[in-house]
């Protein structure tokens, strides 16, 4: 593996669209019981539906600590890869390389600095140093060059892209202080357009209310098709979300993409609010002696947290009558994907969701 240090862009590099082909996914076990309620017994139940569930098309890799290795390894299906390694926690989207590609089909990773979602001025967790390597060793396995961008703080979590020259971000989370607070909102676009290939960036105003990653783009739009969205939607006006969503729609609509082409939104409906219980937050350590959540707290729920696999959506599932409204919504998107609901909340009880854990390896040639 080289580690490189010149721009994607320059070298013909861009981000493909998770719709496209996948060579594979990462996602990393879940352990750390301040982050996963009653020892992450539970959580890992749900991981490995998600896993199962993606390994029907892709190649799936699951990395895990020494302590779990020999119970992932036999928890999960053996055409799962289990590789040893050290992270800080779970959250595969966000520490894994962003994975571009150029015209060849060649492929090669970007190694992002992470620094747990704000750093010293509003991070979830402290160290990060495990996780903030998961990049640079993921593309040694893979055996990818990989691009040395650990200056700039990003998760994958935070940008979506349609492959088309289209880059999709918030600004509650790109512009929040925890991330890159020396660069203007020119800096940090440049720095999209020259690592991800992006020739116009939509800046939209929020995420959802209450995400604890400043208002990840991945929880709140995704593309479905070049020129497609769906957006999380709620027509409760009482509900802090939907003026969110409200100005996210209306940006949405006033925006071209790099193609030209107006945006089509599709509206993904949210589920009821999905609150802490007493019980979880019993069940969860405290970390550096202090509660990580409260009762009642609301989460962050929303069915925009999908994974696209080849052949399927991995789906969150709440328990809600809204399940099977964005099951439908999404089956028009994808017709020709399955559509494979899960149920979430103990995922969503970590603080995230499907796609969160999740990080696709672009299908490359090689
Ligand atoms: O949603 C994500 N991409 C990560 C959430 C981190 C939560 C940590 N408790």
Not at 59 to 84: D, G, I, W
Request: charged share 25%.
């Amino acid at each position: 593996m080289n580690i490189l240090h010149s721009l994607p862009r320059e070298d013909g590099f861009y981000m493909p669209a998770e719709f496209e082909p996948h060579e594979g996914c990462f996602l990393i076990w879940p352990e750390r019981p301040d982050s996963w309620a009653g020892g992450a017994y539970a959580a890992r139940k749900a991981f490995v539906k998600v896993i199962s569930a993606i390994a029907r098309w892709e190649k799936v890799t699951v990395f895990a600590s020494y302590n779990q290795y020999e119970n992932a390894r036999a928890s999960l299906p053996p055409q799962v890869r289990v590789a040893e390694l050290s992270t800080d926690d779970a959250w595969a989207r966000d520490v894994s390389p962003v994975i571009v590609k150029n015209a060849a089909g060649e492929i090669r990773g970007i190694d992002w600095g992470f620094n747990a979602w704000g750093g010293l001025y509003d991070g979830l967790y402290f160290p990060w140093d495990r996780d903030n390597h998961v990049a640079r060793k993921a593309c040694d396995l893979l055996d990818i060059d990989c691009y040395d961008r650990r200056d700039f703080i990003l998760e994958g979590g935070s940008i979506h892209a349609d492959g088309e020259g289209t880059v999709m971000v918030t600004e509650e989370c790109l512009l929040s202080p925890g991330r890159n607070p020396d660069l203007s909102r020119e800096e940090i676009e440049q720095v999209l357009r020259d690592n991800l290939g992006a020739e116009k960036v939509l800046w939209l105003p929020y995420g959802i209310w209450g995400d604890e990653t400043n208002g990840h783009v991945d929880n709140i739009c995704a593309f479905t098709a070049p020129g497609e969205v769906v957006l999380a939607w709620t027509d409760d006006e009482r509900d802090p979300q939907y003026e969110r969503s409200m100005a996210d729609l209306n940006y949405l609509q006033s925006q071209r993409d790099a193609k030209g082409r107006p945006i089509t939104v599709h509206k993904l409906p949210l589920p009821r609010p999905v609150y802490v219980t007493e019980a979880e937050c019993a069940a969860l350590e405290p970390m550096d002696g202090e509660p990580t959540r409260s009762p009642g707290e609301r989460l962050a729920a929303s069915y925009v947290n999908f994974y696209i696999a080849n052949g399927g959506i991995i789906l969150p599932a709440f328990g809600d009558p809204a399940d099977e409204q964005a099951a439908a919504v999404l089956q028009r998107c994808f017709p020709g994907r399955e559509i494979v609901p899960i149920p979430a909340r103990d995922i969503l009880t970590g603080g995230g969701n499907i796609h969160c854990i999740t990080s696709q390896v672009p299908k490359g040639n090689r």
